[in-house]
C-alpha cells in the first residue's frame, strides 16, 4: 500500500468515526428543537470547542496561510479580524439568547417589527449566505483531500460533500458540536505540529523572518499589500464573523448568556494567538517553493513535501478537520433558515413534529449537495470568502447592529441598508482600479449600507408606529 492510498483509508477511517458518534448523538433527537440547535442546552466547553473548531476553519488553513504566502505576516489579519469579530459578537450579541431566537432571519426582522417582505428577504440572504459558506469550506476541504491522497479535485470534493451530508443529516446540531469538539483538538494539533516543523524547516525563527516576502514589511507586512487594504482585510473577516448565520446559531443554541459569552471570550483569545501560526506556514512554504501556481495550495503542498510522511498526513487530517468542521456549523444554519423561514412561513403547512424532523433532514441534504455543486464549480478561497462576504455579508452585519441599537431603525431603513451594501460591493469589485485601491469591497460596501439605512430611516420615521401596528395586525 503507497502512502496517498494510506491516507485515503485513514481519512475514510475518521469519517466514520465521526458518522459513528453522529449516529449516537442522534439517539435522544425528540423534536425540531433537538435537531436544529441541540435542545437549546449546549453547554459552554461543547460551545468553545465548536467555535473554536469553525474560526480555526478553510478560511484560517488556506485563506490565510495562501495570503501569507503572497504577502508574508499579512496572513496574522484573518486571526486579528477574527479574533475581533469574536468578542464583539459576545459583547454586542449574545444578550439575544434570551429572546429564543431560532435563526439569524427572525433575529434581525425583530428588530423591524416582524415586516413580513423584510423577514423574507433575510430569509433568502441568509440562507444563501449560509450555502456560500458551506461551499468555500467544501471547495478548502477537496483541495486537502485531493493532495492528501492523489485524488482529482472534484472526486474529492464529492467524497468530502457526501461524507459530510451523511453524518451532519444522521446526528444534527449535536453531532456538529460534539464532532467539532474533537476535531478542534485535531487541528490544534496538527497546526502546532506544522508551525513547528516549518520553523526547522526554514532554519530557524531568523531564517523566517529573513524570507524575502517577509522581511523589512512593516506591521502585518502592510506595506507588501497598502495599509488600506490591510485593514480592509482584516475588517472583511469580522464582518464576516458577525454577520455569519453559524455564529448566531451558536448563540441560539447556547445553555445561557454567560456561557455563550464565556466560551466566545475564550475563543476569541485563542484564535488571537493562533493567528501567527497560519503566517508562519505560508512563509515558510513561500521559502520552500516561491512558484506555487495556486497559494492557496501552500498548505497541503508544505505539508506533503517538507513533513516526515505520517506528520504529513495528520497536518493534511487536521486541515480537513478544520474544513468540516466550519462546513457543518454553517450546514445547519442554512437548514435552520430553510425550514423555518422559508418553508413553514411561506408554505404555512401544518407538520406534525416527527414530519418536520423529518423534513429538516432532507432539507439538509438539499443544502449540502447544494453547495457541493457550487464548490464544483470553482477553486479560488480567498476570492470567494472575500466577494460573498462584501455582496451578503456586509448589510447583514450594519442591520444587525443599527437594528439592536437604535431604536428608529424602519424597515424601509433595513431594505435601503441591504441593497446599499451589495451595490457598493458590485461596484467596487467590477472596478479594477478602485478594487485594487480598497483591497477588498467591505470598507465601501458597510460605509454605504450604514449611510443609507440611516437616511432612509430618518426619512420615513413619521410614518412607523402606523406601519408597525400594521405588521402587527397582518403578522
Known sequence: MDNQQMYLLIFLLYLSVMIIVSWLTSRWQRSNSDYLLA??????????????????????????????YQHGWAGTLYGVGGAMGVLLLAWLFAPVRAERFATMSE???????NHQMVKKILAILIYAASVGWLGAHLIGGGMY??????????????????????????????AVVWTDAIQAIILFSGFLLMSYFVV???GGWQS???????????????????????????LAVLVGVLATPSFRQRIYSAKSITSIRTSFFI???????????????????????????????????????????LIGGLILLAGISATLSSASSDAIAG???????????????????????LTSKIAMLITVFLALFIAVLSNNIISYITKMISLVLAGLCVMGVLGRFWKSYSWQGSLATLLA????????????????????????????ALLFGVLTSIVTKPRNAELSEEVKVTS
Open 39 to 68: 435542545g437549546r442546552k449546549v453547554p459552554l466547553l461543547l460551545t468553545l470547542g465548536t467555535t473554536v473548531a469553525t474560526m480555526v476553519g478553510t478560511g484560517s488553513s488556506m485563506g490565510a496561510v495562501g495570503f501569507a
Open 107 to 113: 433575529e434581525l426582522a425583530s428588530y423591524v417589527c
Open 145 to 174: 483531500l485531493a493532495w492528501l491522497t492523489g485524488l482529482d479535485e472534484t472526486s474529492a470534493k464529492l467524497i468530502i460533500g457526501i461524507g459530510l451530508a451523511v453524518y451532519v443529516t444522521l446526528g444534527g446540531y449535536s
Open 200 to 202: 526547522d524547516v526554514v
Open 208 to 234: 523566517l523572518t529573513n524570507v524575502t516576502v517577509a522581511k523589512d514589511a512593516g506591521l502585518f507586512s502592510y506595506q507588501n499589500i497598502g495599509m488600506l487594504p490591510a485593514i480592509s482585510m482584516a
Open 267 to 309: 475563543s476569541g483569545v485563542l484564535y488571537l494567538g493562533f493567528s501567527l501560526i497560519p503566517a508562519v506556514i505560508g512563509i515558510g512554504a513561500y521559502a520552500v517553493n516561491a512558484n506555487l501556481d495556486n497559494p492557496a495550495f501552500a498548505f497541503p503542498y508544505l505539508a506533503l513535501t517538507a513533513m516526515p510522511v
Open 335 to 357: 437548514v435552520s433558515v430553510l425550514v423555518s423561514d422559508i418553508y413553514l412561513a411561506w408554505y404555512k403547512s401544518n407538520i406534525t413534529p416527527r414530519n418536520l424532523l
Open 421 to 448: 451594501g451589495f451595490i457598493a460591493a458590485l461596484l467596487v469589485g467590477a472596478n479594477n482600479s478602485w478594487l485594487a485601491f480598497f483591497g477588498n469591497p467591505i470598507i465601501p460596501a458597510l460605509c454605504s
